[in-house]
């Protein structure tokens, strides 16, 4: 038996039944394993997959995907946009480079569904009013989509004045996460949808896809139909359940007729709401449901939950523990005679087997896992799980999504810089080796080593404290960051694997760097705190989110106040209060961790208010004294002292690179991540892949 063929052997062994054959309807899968549905903005805006979409789901099927459910398709252009270069089956055009597509997935075996959907309420009123503009010349003019992206920049200020045009939902009620003027759909645009959807259907069968998804979670139209919350309507679409399920019984009923009832339904089914008070569904009434949807013809339901108003638990950060849903999808599983698929947050392909194992579900899906690793069945399946890159739960890839919709740039995963550019990658041609010093074992650091190494370099990385992490060592200290540290275990793995050398305990002075004789420095060296010019911030009262999160400190009983609210500073306070802390956060701004993104925010606020975290906005500091602080209101200029034990400045970082003037003599200084610009593990990734991969092209020419 070859290696290979005892590595795959082993993964088969070790995992049975997430790699045996699946069925879902008259779709028979290689495997139980399959690809989440995901907007990642790789479509063209003429709602085409092209190149960068066509190569993106292309690695994921030779990276061992059983199924890949596509991300959203849209199914009408007048109501139903929901980002600008989102691949689209509205009109038959679409169905040639859609096949084109298809055709690349099934060469690797896989199986591909399309995931047809509508968002209905939750939409953005200027992508409604510029697709109805477009659709006005009878086609999408590239250079018209250029304007669109700079006219889209303007949208929180119209957003603000009401100029937006109204966004068409299951009723008039607005979703609270984007607060725009919402009205009810009427029934003569009800009944065009259902025609969308089945027109939409018999173009993806025609295009060879293997079956659909039906989008009924994470609050979009079909959701906001089945919601008792979200359909207050009094005609024959509202009111008892059966009336709730007539749209989507309707859209069953085209697409069975137009397609036969051969072709492969399934339904992505939101099964919680998980609304404070109880509203709208619940797992009785998702169950209830997802019985309804088997008799309805459904060959699988697909098990999620939430909405956009409550986004964290369907789209969760770090701090969700791995499989905390799964109690859905084994209501759903229990209740039912179809496949059940869910997701679960499962992060290992022990998870993934112990969940068949039990009965949770049939087919485990895997959404950001695939973003961060392209080959993550592949791996497993051939022995190599320790070789897979790990999801870490940073919602950067939504973040990055979300930033670049409205510039037409697609997502990004924190962990993968070739995540979305598949397209661009070209086969590595290592060179003969030559001497690379890196400064820091840091996320910048590793990742830079890493790439080079791949590159045929000899990297030789310093660190100058006794472990390898960076700032992801204090990053992963609140309570539930724990997998944070995965990147860097990740990094380590690979740079062992390359013969990278880390050498501990070392500090990069010159006579130290001299001695390698490097051909070129890739400096990592992070980023220091910035102290403010105000009286008392030398105090020895004073300390930094370092200081604190080292763990060196007993803070029970002890008053802290924290000054700034940026996720770092809310973090640091969370760490305190859950050590027995009283703790207290000031911030100059009018809102909390002004710039940071949403999910993150939500999510701190949920514990520091568990907590008893109490939080002053519009607060600036003015002084220090060794009993506390001193805060100025910026609106009235009222003074407030603030009794503390301890003060902990979280004001941002400034980059650490001041070694660069010194090693600079020697050779080239190319400063990474923090040290070259302060910001979080995705920036510090991508930054120091470009700069390596930009050295390595360079230096081969």
């Not at 957003?159 to 109204?166: C, F, M, N, Q, Y």
């Not at 204090?474 to 860097?488: F, G, Q, T, V, Y």
């Not at 999160?549 to 996720?567: E, F, N, Q």
Request: hydrophobic share 40%; net charge neutral; aromatic share 6%.
């Amino acid at each position: 038996m070859s290696a290979l063929a005892e590595d795959a052997a082993l993964g088969l062994d070790v995992f049975p039944r997430l790699f045996s054959p699946g069925q879902i309807g008259t779709c028979e899968t290689k495997n139980r394993i399959v690809m989440a549905p995901m907007v990642m903005g790789t479509g063209t805006p003429g709602g085409g997959p092209g190149e960068q979409m066509c190569a993106y789901y292309e690695a994921r099927a030779r990276g061992g995907a059983g199924l890949i459910i596509t991300e959203c398709v849209r199914v009408d252009d007048h109501t139903g946009p929901l980002a600008p270069c989102q691949i689209s089956l509205t009109h038959d055009r679409h169905i040639a480079p859609l096949k084109a597509m298809i055709d690349r997935v099934h060469a690797h075996g896989s199986k591909i569904f399309c995931q047809l959907h509508h968002p209905g309420r939750q939409n953005y009123g200027i992508l409604v009013g510029t697709m109805r503009l477009s659709l006005l010349s009878g086609r999408i003019f590239p250079p018209y989509w250029k304007l669109f992206f700079k006219v889209a920049q303007l949208a929180p200020l119209m957003e603000k004045t009401g100029l937006l045009p109204a966004v068409a939902g299951a009723s008039d009620i607005p979703c609270a996460h984007q607060k725009q003027n919402t009205r009810a759909l009427r029934v003569r645009e009800i009944q065009n949808i259902v025609a969308a959807f089945g027109d939409a259907a018999l173009r993806a069968q025609k295009a060879g896809a293997d079956g659909v998804e039906l989008h009924g979670a994470h609050g979009y139209l079909i959701q906001q139909f089945l919601s008792p919350y979200t359909n207050n309507r009094t005609d024959a679409y509202g009111g008892s359940r059966e009336n709730r399920l007539r749209f989507l019984r309707e859209i069953f009923a085209d697409i069975q007729h137009k397609c036969g009832k051969d072709f492969p339904i399934v339904v992505r089914l939101t099964v919680d709401e998980f609304y404070p008070d109880g509203k709208g569904i619940v797992l009785d009434e998702g169950v209830a449901l997802a019985k309804a949807i088997e008799q309805l013809g459904a060959a699988a339901i697909d098990v999620s939950s939430a909405s956009y108003e409550r986004m964290n638990y369907w789209l969760e950060p770090t701090t969700f523990a791995v499989g905390w849903r799964k109690h859905l999808a084994a209501a759903v599983k229990a209740a039912v005679r179809i496949p059940v698929i869910a997701a679960n947050l499962i992060r290992s392909p022990e998870q993934a087997e112990a969940q068949l194992a039990e009965g949770t579900q049939d087919f485990i899906s895997l959404g950001r896992p695939w973003l961060a690793d392209p080959d993550w069945a592949e791996k497993i399946r051939t022995g190599r799980a320790h070789e897979v890159t790990r999801c870490i739960n940073c919602l950067w890839c939504f973040q990055s999504m979300l930033d670049g919709a409205w510039t037409g740039k697609p997502g990004q995963c924190a962990l993968n810089p070739l995540c979305g550019q598949e397209y661009k990658q070209v086969p590595l041609t290592p060179r003969a080796s030559s001497r690379i010093t890196v400064i820091g074992a840091g996320v910048s650091g590793l990742t830079a080593a890493r790439v080079l190494a791949e590159r045929g370099f000899a990297v030789t990385v310093l660190e100058q404290k006794d472990a390898p992490g960076g700032q992801v060592n204090l990053a992963d200290k609140p309570p539930h960051k724990e997998r944070l540290h995965w990147c860097i275990d990740d990094l380590l793995t690979k740079c062992a694997a390359l013969g990278v050398t880390i050498r501990y305990n070392t500090a990069a002075t010159a006579e130290t760097v001299r001695a390698l004789a490097p051909q070129a420095i890739f400096l990592a060296t992070g980023a220091h705190d910035f102290v403010p010019p105000i009286a008392g911030a030398d105090g020895e009262n004073v300390l930094f989110p370092v200081d604190v999160l080292d763990g060196k400190r007993d803070w029970t009983g002890k008053r802290v106040l924290v000054a700034g609210s940026g996720l770092t500073g809310l973090e640091t306070a969370e760490y305190l209060a859950d050590k027995g802390a009283s703790v207290a956060i000031i911030e100059m701004a009018d809102t909390v961790a002004p710039g940071a993104y949403h999910q993150h925010i939500d999510d701190a606020l949920l514990h520091l208010d568990a907590a008893g975290v109490a939080i002053h906005t519009g607060e600036k500091l003015l002084r220090i004294a060794a009993d506390g602080a001193v805060t100025e209101n910026q609106q009235t200029g009222q003074e407030t002292q603030h009794p503390a034990d301890a003060v902990v400045l979280s004001l941002g970082i400034r980059a650490e690179n001041a070694l660069a003037d010194t090693l600079r003599p020697i050779c080239p200084v190319i400063p990474v991540g923090d040290a070259e610009k302060p910001g979080n593990i995705a920036t510090g990734v991508h930054s120091a892949y470009r700069a390596a991969t930009k050295y390595a092209a360079e230096i081969s020419r």
